[in-house]
């Protein structure tokens, strides 16, 4: 069965906007995108930056430190110089709340 984290309000998680949490010890990102939440890691793949700190575009996710991207539906890299991507996270809306699977 899938253990799902209470990560935060709905309400909470900014839309069109990424806003980072620690969860269950975890930095995560949690994006906003058109009525949907997307969670990947916080950090990027590709050095000491946090994607909280970026700039979300549609479903991108722009690295502040050198412009990388990637897809935060998936967490795959779609800009350069990012090559490895994200992790990303199951996410679920109930009852107000955003739940996320971390295993
Ligand atoms: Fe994110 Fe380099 S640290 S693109």
Redesign the pocket.
């Known amino acids: 069965t899938t253990n799902w984290i209470d990560a935060a309000a709905h309400e909470d998680v900014p839309q069109d906007d990424v806003v980072g949490l620690l969860i269950a010890g975890r930095d995560i990102a949690l994006y906003g995108v058109a009525g949907e939440v997307f969670a990947t890691d916080n950090l ?1 793949t ?4 946090r994607l909280c700190d970026g700039f979300l575009e549609g479903h991108e996710i722009e ?1 502040p ?4 991207k990637f897809d935060v539906r998936s967490g795959q890299p779609t800009c350069a ?2 090559t490895e991507p994200l992790r990303s996270y199951p996410v679920k809306i109930e009852g107000g709340r955003v739940w996320l699977a971390l295993d």
């Open positions: 990027c590709h050095g000491n930056a690295c430190l050198h412009q990388g110089p990012v």
